[in-house]
Structure formats: C-alpha cells, structure tokens
C-alpha cells in the first residue's frame, strides 16, 4: 500500500523555518469561500522573503478573517504575509500553477491598528520593524513577541533604543510591555526620571529584575501558568519564542538562577524547593505545567517530584533535552563540558542566536546584565556540578521529552534515559537541530505545537 503524502520539492526556509507551502494551501482550501490557493515565496530584495498565499475565492472575501481562520491551525511563522485573491490560478500548458505569471502582492496597505501618536511611538514602531525584518511600521498595539520577537531580538531592541535613546529599559521592561505603546509610557517615565534610578526599578544596565529568580515573560491570562526553568547558564530569557505560539491567555513565567546575584545553592534538590515555592507564590493550587531545557529539564523533573510529595497535581512535565546524570555517559547534555569560562559563555550567546566570535553578543549582554554577565560561567559550572550529583526521586507520571538530533551520538538514550525516574509514559519527539539550538525559532515552534495540544489549546 502506498500512501501519496505530498510534494517536497518547493520547500522553502524563511528566517530560520523550513516551510511545506502545500501545508499551507491545504488549510487555506479548507476555508468555505476558497476555491483554489498557492503559496509562494516573495522576495523584493529589501525586506527578505516572504510568504505570499494568491487565493480564488468563491464569492466576497475578508482577508483578515481568512488570515484569522488560518492562524487557528497554523503556527505563526506559516501564516502568508498577504494575500491576493484572483479570478483563477494562472495554469501552464501541462496544467500546473504557473508561478512565474504570479501577480507581486501589494504589501503597501496600511495597518490595521492603531497608528503611532507621538514622536516616541514613531521611532518604537520603525525600530519594532527594523529588529523584526517587517515592511514597514507596526501598530501601537502590536506585541513584540506576538510579531516573532524572541530573545535575540529582544536584545538588538533593547540596543537599538539605547542607542537612539540612551535609555537602558532591560528585558524584563520589554516582557512586561511588549506593544509599542506600553513601551512607550515605560520609555516616558524612564526618560522624565532621566539621572535616578530607572521607572521599572532595575538600577544599573536595567539589569536588577531582570534577574529575578521568577521572571514573567507574560505575566497576565486566566489559564494555569506554564513555568519554564532555566539551562545550566541560568537566564530563562531564551523561552521568549514560546510566546507566539502558545494561546494568549496563558501566563508564561522563567525561573532564574539564584546564582545570578551571587546565590550558592547545595543540590538541585535545593533548587527544586526553592522554585516551588516560588511559583506556589504565583499558582497557590495544582495543576501544575512544568518545563524545563537541559539542566532545566532535571530540575522540573526534581519539582514534579516535590509537588507531588506536597499532595498537588503534575499535568504537564516537559523535558527538553536534558538527562539526569550518568557516570558511563558524559552529561553534556545540559551543555558541553568545558574547564574554560570563555568557552561556557561562548555556548550561551550561541543558544540566543549569536556567533560567539562576534562581539556584539557579549557586548549586548554586558549591557544588559551589567557585572552579573561576568558570573554566567560561575553560574554553570555549579550547575553542572549539582546535576552531576542528582539522584532523581520517581515522579508518578507522564513526561513529553524532545531531544535535539544533530549532535547526538547512534547510542544516546534520549527519552529512554528518564524511565527509571518516570512511573508513566515517556511520550518521546525528535527535534532536527543542535542542543544549543533547541529554543531558536524553527526548533521552538516545532516544540510549542506539541505543547500547546498538551495544555488544551
């Protein structure tokens, strides 16, 4: 029995994702006024590729309703850039979609939102577009992250608007106010306060509560939070790129290293208790979802653990490429062991997307970080250190673990690793990327898609 799933051949990688086009037209036709689709990609030279989706509707159609109906089962990097809708699909002689007679899409249409109103507001919004590579200035209440912002990027923001500024906002100041317009009151204050302390409280570099140990990177929504631990460096601002891709009204909060200001935690049993009562601060009452990356991973398995043994709920356990230790097996799986703090830094500013030769990476950091940049490798090699130690306790339960493929060894046990400490199912998903690339945006959306049908959404 052979099964026709499709065509390969026209796909297309756009910043960083590699797309199917015809998973696209599919959901498009689905819609009740769309007769026929293709997408393809559009490429002017100046604002790099994007995706076009030319469409032969049946009848009146409302693009944006169309974008909105897509966007119910399509992640946010699939969905087209424009839409152009046609009387028929030009056909070559042999009865395929003639791409090359295509007409260009018309990406010049105004937003849609509310435009800029002040001068702060104009410069935020073309820095916005500047950062996220968009045609042109976003409304003001476009989020930064909804737009596809991650950290990354959040860090070239942060540097555009110290550069045009001299204002150093610091990351939690762009968590708590994504859109263009919440930053820019946030920008005001700081600006009006210009010679004391910063309006949100950070001190010097914005760096102080952006180094909280429970960090929102979006505090409000009704549902139960998801609680993401951080890797062995400590900073949770890489899980930023799960905010596109997860519903709304779900919180999202880091849990940071205590190491970060000079803490010197004993186990991660420590660690573990310590984060829990953290959240509980937040969530009083399971259930709980829990996740965490590399070292993260042990520690959420660690807090499951814990929670349980206070009589809550685990509903979600999500392991990220991290095991728990092993003496026949070298544990670089929450990173690369190294005896050279430069080389500890260097495998942080490549999980954010940097070249590690690149100074603009350690020079971002530094800016936002102030003197804590200095501890990051402190902060890892303790990390690394405990996790070696750890004897996990069983957790009764199910786990979701993904396990990055490109720099594993034919024998390494992924999932596997964990069904000594997991009474449940250990629901296993490969991830074609690099450990370190495991939050970058590609991976990230790949992992959200499974945790968002695991959390309901």
Same mark, same amino acid.
């Given at each position: 029995r052979l099964e026709y799933l499709g065509r390969t051949d026209h796909q297309v990688k756009i910043r960083g994702f590699r797309i199917e086009p015809g998973e696209i037209e599919h959901v498009l036709t689905r819609h009740p006024r769309v007769l026929a689709a293709t997408v393809t990609v559009h490429d002017d030279g100046t604002? *790099?590729?994007?995706? #076009?989706?030319h469409v032969v509707p049946d009848g009146p159609l409302d693009q944006a309703e169309l974008r909105a109906f897509a966007a119910e089962s399509l992640p946010a990097h699939m969905l087209p850039a424009a839409v152009v809708p046609l009387d028929a699909l030009p056909l070559t002689p042999s009865g395929k979609v003639d791409r090359r007679a295509l007409p260009a899409p018309d990406f010049t249409a105004p937003p849609t939102g509310r435009a800029p109103r002040t001068p702060q507001e104009e410069l935020l919004s073309g820095l916005f577009a500047e950062v996220l590579g968009l045609p042109g200035p976003v409304c003001v209440d476009d989020g930064f992250?909804?737009? *596809?912002?991650?950290?990354?990027?959040?860090?070239?923001?942060? *540097?555009?608007?110290?550069t045009a500024l001299g204002a150093d906002l610091g990351m939690r100041t762009l968590f708590e106010a994504p859109t263009v317009a919440a930053l820019g009151r946030r920008l005001a204050r700081h600006l009006d306060r210009a010679g004391t302390a910063p309006a949100d409280g950070t001190g010097a570099h914005g760096s102080h509560s952006a180094l909280d140990v429970l960090l929102p990177l979006r505090a409000g929504g009704t549902r139960a939070p998801l609680f993401c631990v951080h890797p062995a460096a400590g900073i949770s601002w890489v899980y930023s790129g799960l905010l596109r891709h997860l519903d709304p009204d779900r919180p999202v909060h880091g849990l940071q290293a205590r190491g970060l200001r000079g803490g010197s935690p004993s186990s991660v049993t420590e660690i573990a208790e310590d984060? #829990?009562?953290?959240i509980r601060a937040v969530q009083p009452e399971g259930p709980y979802h829990l996740l965490g990356w590399s070292f993260g991973a042990v520690v959420a398995q660690a807090m499951a653990v814990g929670l349980q043994a206070a009589g809550e709920q685990v509903a979600l356990l999500a392991l990220l490429d991290g095991l728990p230790a092993d003496p026949a097996r070298n544990t670089a799986d929450t990173a690369p062991a190294c005896d050279d703090p430069v080389d500890t830094l260097a495998a942080l500013l490549a999980s954010l997307g940097y070249d590690p030769a690149d100074g603009r990476g350690r020079a971002d950091l530094t800016a936002l970080l102030g003197d804590a940049a200095a501890v990051l490798p402190d902060v890892f090699e303790q990390n690394a250190k405990l996790m070696a130690e750890h004897v996990p306790d069983r957790y009764r339960g199910d786990a979701v673990f993904f396990g990055a493929t490109l720099d594993k060894p034919a024998d390494w046990p992924y999932g596997e690793a964990w069904r000594p400490y997991v009474d449940g199912r #250990?629901?296993?998903h490969r991830i074609t990327c690099t450990h370190g690339a495991m939050t970058q945006p590609e991976p990230v959306a790949r992992i959200a898609a499974v945790l968002a049908d695991k959390l309901g959404e």
């Open positions: 604002t *790099g590729p994007r995706l #076009v989706a992250f909804d737009l *596809g912002g991650h950290s990354l990027l959040a860090m070239k923001l942060l *540097g555009r608007i110290r984060y #829990v009562r953290q #250990v629901e296993q």
